[in-house]
């Protein structure tokens, strides 16, 4: 099984799991950001790095573009316009803002879906509608074997 394969399966164990922020433990509560660490435990056993306490603004009012560094240093870059299952995606929730969520491509082609944890929801599988997919700002995949 590759590791986009798996990160699917794994993320699909976690719909259902309320929102709680910088929380990431399946069932009881996770945001974005721990659906994506929970995940990549389940893949390669352990997490890439520590991960230091945040706010919800995700270091806005700074501009600083944590999730994107964070992404780039672990995952592996790929084009926007080549989608795929078990994809990470970066979203900047408004114009000009940092990017401050991420989801999980779980379906491509006319109707593609994604997997995330987002406030008041908890985590799911949502359409990506195209108000969803204009905010895609980066795409990355899962290393394959051990990190």
């Not at 164990?13 to 433990?25: K, R, V």
């Not at 406030?119 to 204009?134: C, D, I, K």
Request: proline content about 7%; glycine content about 8%.
């Amino acid at each position: 099984m590759t590791a986009a394969e798996r990160a699917i399966a794994e993320a699909r164990c976690w719909i259902g799991t309320p929102y709680l922020h910088q929380a990431s433990t399946r069932g009881a509560g996770t945001d974005c950001l721990g659906l994506l660490r929970g995940v990549w435990r389940a893949i390669y056993r352990g997490e890439p790095e520590s991960v230091p306490a945040y706010t919800a603004d995700w270091a806005e009012p700074q501009h600083h573009e944590v999730l994107f560094e964070a992404a780039s240093r672990w995952l592996v870059s790929k084009p926007l316009n080549v989608p795929a299952v078990g994809d990470v995606l970066l979203f900047r929730m408004r114009e000009g803002a940092i990017a401050k969520h991420l989801g999980l491509q779980s379906d491509v082609g006319p109707h593609p879906k994604f997997i995330h944890s987002y406030t008041g929801h908890g985590v799911l599988e949502s359409s990506l509608s195209q108000p969803w997919q204009r905010r895609i700002v980066a795409r990355f995949a899962f290393p394959e074997g051990t990190k």
